[in-house]
């Protein structure tokens, strides 16, 4: 078992920047391959961002590629998502989630594959 907390949501500008993190606590952190999620009203949850539990893989989505960096700190049991140029469409509650992945370089994109999740942050991006 992994508990995930969101944390670093809030209000942003049109074209600002904002980071995200999430700490996760319980069995080895080392052994997860982490991923970013989101989700709009009135939408489906959205892939954003996986990052393998190396920290030597990532993957994006075609939404956020250039724009999100995910990344994460193994000392410290955090994965964080760094949002740039963040536009009004970006506006949504952000999750991460977190999978044992048997493989170290392995990274995965589908809500099915994370069976962990944390309760979400709000972001909000004004135009």
């Known amino acids: 078992q992994v508990q995930l907390v969101e944390s670093g949501g809030g209000s942003v500008q049109a074209g600002g920047s904002l980071r995200v993190a999430c700490v996760a606590s319980?069995?080895?952190?080392?052994?997860?391959?982490m991923g970013w999620f989101r989700q709009a009203p009135g939408k489906e949850r959205e892939f954003l961002a996986s990052?393998?539990?190396?920290?030597?893989?990532?993957y994006y989505g075609d939404s956020v590629k250039g724009r999100f960096t995910i990344s994460r700190d193994n000392a410290k049991n955090t994965v964080y998502l760094l949002m740039n140029n963040l536009k009004f469409e970006d506006t949504a509650v952000y999750y991460c989630?977190?999978?044992?992945?048997?493989?170290?370089?392995?990274?995965?994109?589908?809500?099915?594959?994370?069976?962990?999740w944390g309760q979400g942050t709000q972001v909000t991006v004004s135009s």
């Open positions: 989630a977190a999978r044992n992945a048997a493989l170290s370089f392995q990274t995965f994109s589908r809500e099915s594959q994370y069976p962990y």
């Open positions: 319980g069995r080895a952190f080392l052994n997860y391959a």
């Open positions: 990052i393998s539990a190396s920290g030597g893989g990532s």
